[in-house]
């Protein structure tokens, strides 16, 4: 029927959705709706069920996660997918769990984030300059999305650096698998991804072309700052601090020394 609206049970439904959201507010509203990857439903619900004995009093959140931050920031920060007990229960991205203790804490102490520790929707956290989001939005089982679920989801991350497009002028990427995801994403956007397709790494940039004339986007990777990378000291708070405020200083933020 023509006019008809997508379903969100749909595998399509990003793809139909995602590019009718006019600004970040409307794509932030839709995507909690997504039911599209039977598996990371699934998985995501049970994680509400099940809960772990610290949260069992949370109503989790359950759903897909929206990105987080002004909607004219000049800094994106993208890591993998929400974590089961972390933004699959508060419903905010990096928040609740030791990687976003991590992430938060380096925005905090570079002038980006009103607060050290980020632990509910409600707590009153606010970004400044910078917006977090991920290749996939919804918590995957062992923190490992398929290939598919990362295509199907696509459709949200590029729609998100499309509407940022405008003020963007950085991305820290946090990890391998967000890194690789992003290249489609960027193209999907708008962007012209660099050839040959840079190997992720911690501390590399690449330049992303805009060739409808505007600015350029700096890529920066970093390790992701998961439970195990801050445990080996695969990553330390040091080089986390470092890629982020790189981030920040190359999208023009003002940061504390």
């Not at 939005?137 to 590029?158: K, Q």
């Not at 698998?177 to 050839?195: C, D, E, I, K, S």
């Not at 505007?214 to 990553?235: E, K, Q, W």
Request: positive net charge; aromatic residues 6%; charged residues 20%.
């Amino acid at each position: 029927m023509p006019g008809r609206r997508p379903s969100a049970q749909a595998p399509g439904f990003p793809a139909r959705a995602a590019p009718g959201a006019g600004s970040l507010s409307e794509l932030d509203a839709v995507v909690p709706a997504c039911r599209a990857c039977p598996r990371l439903v699934e998985w995501r619900e049970e994680a509400a069920r099940v809960k772990r004995r610290a949260f069992r009093d949370w109503e989790y959140w359950a759903r897909p996660v929206p990105g987080f931050g002004p909607a004219d920031a000049p800094l994106a920060i993208v890591g993998l997918a929400p974590a089961a007990h972390g933004g699959n229960r508060t419903g905010r991205i990096f928040t609740g769990d030791p990687s976003g203790d991590a992430l938060y804490a380096a925005l905090f102490e570079i002038g980006l984030a009103s607060q050290p520790r980020a632990t509910h929707r409600d707590d009153g956290m606010a970004l400044h300059g910078v917006r977090i989001t991920a290749a996939v939005h919804c918590a995957p089982p062992a923190n490992r999305p398929t290939t598919a679920e990362r295509d199907t989801c696509r459709p949200w991350l590029a729609r998100e650096l499309e509407l940022l497009g405008p003020t963007l002028r950085a991305i820290v990427v946090l990890g391998g698998f967000a890194w690789q995801a992003l290249m489609p994403v960027l193209a999907g956007a708008g962007w012209r991804p660099p050839r040959p397709r840079p190997a992720f790494g911690h501390g590399t940039e690449a330049l992303v072309s805009d060739p409808r004339g505007g600015r350029d986007v700096c890529l920066i990777g970093g390790y992701h700052p998961s439970r195990r990378n801050m445990f080996t000291r695969t990553l330390t708070p040091a080089m986390l601090h470092d890629v982020v405020r790189r981030g920040a200083e190359i999208a023009e933020l003002p940061v504390r020394p």
